[in-house]
């Protein structure tokens, strides 16, 4: 099925239709992406669940990204058109700039954290200029800033560096 632009929003796949969640794009579509943009709730390895191994911001951290991700679960529907994708561009980026208010204000945090921290920013950039396109009648633009937006792991993999497994 294609979605009229060209190509499917998902790499590799051009016949997948859109909103159909691919393991890549199920992370980013829940939570952000997002952006995040960051997944499903990624349990904790033994070695990030020992108290010495895993700080306080990290700790702090994982802690609201559970809720964050409870929140985008709930907003999130399951986009299927253009115009879908754009309203759900909007939410998570409103949603991914709340959440890295709420990070910026833990205290203790690590050079590692401070990274995780710029990563979320460049995935808010990135949304941000995926629903710039869509205001300037880009649709095109708008699904190929969107679909590396989705498909973006930097964020999630900055926070698994700093032992924040919970977020991205």
Request: a positive charge; one cysteine or more; hydrophobic letters at 50%.
């Amino acid at each position: 099925m294609s979605n009229g632009l060209g190509d499917s929003l998902f790499w590799g796949n051009p016949t997948a239709p859109i909103g159909a969640d691919t393991p890549r794009m199920h992370g980013r579509h829940v939570l952000f992406a997002a952006a995040a943009i960051s997944a499903s709730i990624v349990a904790v390895t033994p070695a990030a669940a020992s108290p010495t191994s895993q700080n306080a911001w990290a700790a702090q951290a994982n802690k609201v990204c559970v809720i964050w991700l409870a929140k985008a679960k709930k907003a999130f529907g399951s986009p299927v058109t253009a115009a879908q994708l754009y309203g759900f561009a909007v939410k998570a980026k409103s949603i991914e700039s709340q959440e890295l208010a709420v990070l910026k204000q833990i205290p203790g945090r690590t050079a590692a954290g401070t990274a995780a921290l710029t990563a979320v920013k460049v995935d808010i950039a990135e949304v941000g200029s995926a629903i710039s396109a869509w205001d300037q009648g880009k649709p095109a633009v708008f699904v190929q800033i969107l679909k590396r937006y989705l498909n973006d792991e930097r964020a999630k993999s900055a926070f698994a560096v700093a032992g924040a497994n919970q977020c991205g």
